[in-house]
């Protein structure tokens, strides 16, 4: 194994954070779409597979390191929210979290002077920064919109599924 155990004990624990988050983006997914809000639904269901994608970077990653990945079961998902920026809110304090466990983990190979792990690890420093921009950005949207989730609507087909279609990052 080329990488130090504490980071692979760590990464493995990001596992089950990716996947959980992917989850998590299909419930939040569904709540949008029940409300009748397709454009807000696609984002989120594009955000769970963004996620799911995240969670197999580290699974590949540590099968290429000489590592075992563990795959685990999930916590339960929330289902319920008190609106759209409530659901947002949520989203945007997730990415957060897992900012915080990105730098962890980096702090971790940092220390274990795990070059290959901090070189791995770069890559989900900078899409921290998109995902909390973005889920930052719609949940502004929200609350400037004031109710009208019409204007939200349009702003997310406009925005920030262009984005994605042009190669930008709307990831999580």
Same mark, same amino acid.
């Given at each position: 194994? %080329?990488?130090?155990?504490? &980071?692979?004990?760590?990464?493995? =624990? ?9 989850? @998590? /983006?299909?419930?939040?997914?569904? /709540? ?8 807000? =639904?696609?984002?989120? /269901? ?10 197999? +970077? ?32 949520? =989203?945007?304090? @997730? ?11 980096? +702090? %971790? ?18 899409? @921290?920064?998109?995902?909390?921009? &973005?889920?930052?950005?719609?949940? @502004?949207?929200?609350?400037? =919109? ?27």
């Amino acid at each position: 194994m %080329i990488i130090n155990s504490r &980071s692979v004990d760590a990464m493995n =624990a990001q596992i089950q954070s990716e996947f959980s988050a992917s989850a @998590q /983006y299909i419930a939040i997914a569904v /709540y949008f779409d029940k409300e009748g809000l397709p454009d807000l =639904a696609n984002f989120f /269901y594009r955000q769970s597979e963004e996620e799911r994608q995240h969670a197999m +970077k580290f699974v590949h990653f540590l099968l290429e390191a000489g590592a075992k990945p563990i795959i685990p079961g999930l916590p339960d998902m929330r289902n319920e929210f008190d609106g759209a920026a409530g659901a947002v809110q949520f =989203a945007l304090d @997730q990415e957060i979290k897992v900012t915080n466990q990105i730098n962890n983990i980096m +702090k %971790i190979a940092t220390e274990e002077n795990d070059f290959t792990s901090q070189n791995f690890l770069q890559w989900f420093i900078n899409e @921290q920064v998109e995902e909390v921009d &973005s889920m930052s950005t719609l949940l @502004q949207t929200i609350n400037h =919109a004031g109710g009208t989730m019409l204007l939200v609507e349009d702003f997310v087909r406009r925005n920030m599924q262009a984005t994605a279609v042009d190669g930008g990052s709307t990831e999580a």
